[in-house]
T-cell receptor, first 116, second 111 residues
């Protein structure tokens, strides 16, 4: 079985604040991928990052950073110095590589509102 | 830049009517997915193709939904008859080996 939980339904911040979006996952597979996608109002899901289960190194890309901790089954996403253009719904997702036809399972999403 | 193409972008229909959505994946991507996203929720997989074969349709309501990918390239998702609860965004995605690339989606409203 695979499950992704995003407990934060909606977060509101003021521009330039830092914000962290939480993601907790459940899986019995030892090999899996974790993803973050951004969904702006237009509706398209935009790929942000993929992390495999054997790589726990944190990653930074510009204002975005990701913290992967297998010990707590978490893959949190931090936006530093948020901007209005960051306003969107963000989805965390899990893809088992051993079972379940490798389908991508999404969390329920966190809506981020960044105000000027 | 290669992308997943979907049409129509928006569709309004009355219940009991038939509706169809089309998807053209990124060239060379063997795996194609149809997801349904109800407003306020995350996308849920309806059907997954590997080339022309269905590998997972466990969540597809087969009494009214059908999907095909006859030549292993583009795909069609059909609903007949449409019900009010089918109002949602229908997302198509394709992948080669890693991340999924999504189209802009087809938003269905059933009246």
């Amino acid at each position: 079985a695979q499950k992704v939980t995003q407990a934060q339904t909606e977060i509101s911040v003021v521009e330039k604040e830092d914000v962290t979006l939480d993601c907790v996952y459940e899986t019995r597979d030892t090999t899996y991928y974790l993803f973050w996608y951004k969904q702006p109002p237009s509706g398209e899901l935009v790929f942000l990052i993929r992390r495999n289960s054997f790589d726990e190194q944190n990653e930074i890309s510009g204002r975005y950073s990701w913290n992967f901790q297998k010990s707590t089954s978490s893959f949190n996403f931090t936006i530093t110095a948020s901007q209005v253009v960051d306003s969107a719904v963000y989805f965390c997702a899990l893809r088992n590589m051993n079972t379940g036809f490798q389908k991508l399972v999404f969390g329920t999403g966190t809506r981020l509102l960044v105000s000027p | 830049e290669a992308e997943v193409a979907q049409s129509p972008r928006y569709k309004i229909t009355e219940k009991s009517q038939a509706v169809a959505f089309w998807c053209d994946p990124i060239s060379g991507h063997a795996t194609l997915y149809w997801y349904r996203q109800i407003l306020g929720q995350g996308p849920e997989l309806l059907v997954q193709f590997q080339d022309e074969s269905v590998v997972d349709d466990s969540q597809l309501p087969k009494d009214r939904f059908s999907a095909e990918r006859l030549k292993g390239v583009d795909s069609t998702l059909k609903i007949q008859p449409a019900e009010l609860g089918d109002s949602a965004m229908y997302l198509c995605a394709s992948s080669l080996s890693g991340e999924l690339f999504f189209g802009e989606g087809s938003r269905l409203t059933v009246l």
